[in-house]
């Protein structure tokens, strides 16, 4: 009796063990995750900014999507994440602006996934202004205020702001996360997308103590 209830302690200390050496996982810049030469200048005050820069026809941004939702739901109340569809060439910028225009109108969540869900599930092929205005008005978008969205000032500067997003943080693929101005964090470093997950949350924790 006496046997089986230290070998049950011992058992249960080990798994102590493991899963507190798991919590207490760190990361090695360079080649877990990059650090910016000149940290940039961040618009989330005194909360942790983390930016994902995507692209509607990325199908790794697709498959990121769950890793990247589940997350969404459990994030610490310190960080502010923000969504930068990146126009990192000329035939992404439809995309981006098609984001920005939804956003405007208080939608951009909304038909978020319907987007991804278009083009990596249903094989729609929306990657012109037509295609995408013919797609949200199926979906009973406003088309009008749409319209108007797209070709709006206030959606212009959002884009050019992203273009120089991507220029600050040496954007050349998605999906990407930024830390707080100073960090990358990539699938290809990561190594998969639960990965980058938890190099985020390390970098976040990282910043917050840092911050304290």
């Known amino acids: 009796m006496k046997s089986s209830v230290i070998k049950y302690l011992s058992g249960l200390f080990l798994l102590l063990g493991l899963a507190l050496s798991a919590q207490a996982k760190s990361y090695e810049e360079g080649k877990d995750y990059d650090r910016l030469s000149a940290a940039q200048p961040t618009q989330t005050g005194d909360k942790i900014e983390v930016l994902e820069f995507f692209w509607y026809g990325c199908p790794h941004c697709f498959h990121f999507e769950p890793a990247l939702q589940k997350w969404l739901k459990n994030k610490p109340d310190n960080v502010h994440f923000i969504r930068v569809p990146a126009p990192l060439n000329p035939s992404w910028m439809v995309h981006t602006k098609t984001y920005y225009a939804l956003e405007l109108m208080g939608a951009g969540e909304k038909y978020h996934h319907d ?63 930024t830390i707080n101005g100073k960090y990358i964090v990539s699938a290809e470093k990561a190594g998969d997308y639960d990965g980058m997950i938890k190099i985020a949350n390390y970098l976040i924790e990282k910043e917050s103590k840092a911050a304290k």
């Open 115 to 177: 987007l991804f869900s278009a083009i990596h599930t249903q094989r729609k092929r929306i990657f012109d202004q037509d295609a995408i205005s013919a797609f949200l008005k199926d979906l009973g978008v406003d088309m009008d205020a749409f319209n108007n969205a797209y070709k709006s000032f206030a959606v212009e500067m959002r884009t050019r702001k992203a273009m120089q997003l991507g220029q600050n943080y040496r954007l050349n693929g998605v999906p990407m996360l």
